[in-house]
């Protein structure tokens, strides 16, 4: 009797499984076909991305002000979906020529960079890049495009991060250190105005 239970169990258990893998790849078909058309060059991603990329130049500045973020309208649209479409818009050709060697697509342009990133670092491991010890490299994995807004950290903990995306970058940190007071220094002027 108590294995006929376990039999029903296991069958009932297995249908729940194939009903939610089914829906599973519905979910990943329509997410990778929304990807396709965000990242045409009429899509939301690549508009997104070239009015951001207006919008700085507009600026004169890497922060563009909430005011005129506003005034566009954009300022509802999350800040990380942004700076990846940003991201997109300076990277167009790499994107679309990595993007037509995958074999599986992507759903998102996090995905994207993900990938890409990847592909950088093995391709530098090869190359004998020597900035950074191997085992370094694999201790500081990076999160980029992966950051939660809400999770709170201290200013060393948000330091050392920064410094793991500059590294992961090949971005020099005390180039970054500069932009940032100058940044700083002029908010403080817009302020002031």
């Known amino acids: 009797m108590e ?5 029903l ?7 729940e499984g194939q009903s939610l893998r089914e829906e599973w790849n519905k979910k990943v078909s329509k997410d990778k076909r929304q990807f396709d058309l965000d990242t045409k060059s009429d899509g939301f991603d690549t508009r997104l ?4 990329q207006n919008l700085r130049l507009r ?3 890497n922060q563009i002000p909430t005011s005129l973020l506003r005034e566009v309208g954009i300022n509802i649209i999350d800040r990380r979906r942004r ?5 997109f818009a300076n990277n167009e050709d790499e994107c679309r020529a990595f993007m037509k060697t995958s074999k599986k697509g992507f759903t998102s342009l996090t995905a994207l960079q993900l990938a890409m990133k990847k592909k950088a670092d093995k391709s530098d491991d090869t190359t004998g890049d020597t900035d ?8 500081t994995a990076s999160n980029v495009g992966q950051l939660d807004t809400t999770v709170k950290m201290d200013k060393y ?7 793991e995306i500059c590294l992961s ?3 020099d940190d005390a180039e970054l250190i500069e932009i940032l007071m100058l940044n700083a220094e002029a908010n403080i002027q817009q302020k002031a105005a």
């Open 49 to 52: 991305g070239k009015l951001i």
């Open 132 to 139: 950074v010890e191997p085992t370094e490299k694999a201790e």
């Open 169 to 171: 970058n090949k971005i």
């Open 83 to 87: 700076a990846e479409a940003f991201w």
């Open 3 to 7: 294995n006929s239970t376990k039999t």
């Open 59 to 61: 600026s004169n500045s």
């Open 9 to 15: 169990a296991l069958n009932s258990d297995i249908t």
């Open 157 to 163: 903990q948000l330091a050392k991060i920064i410094q």
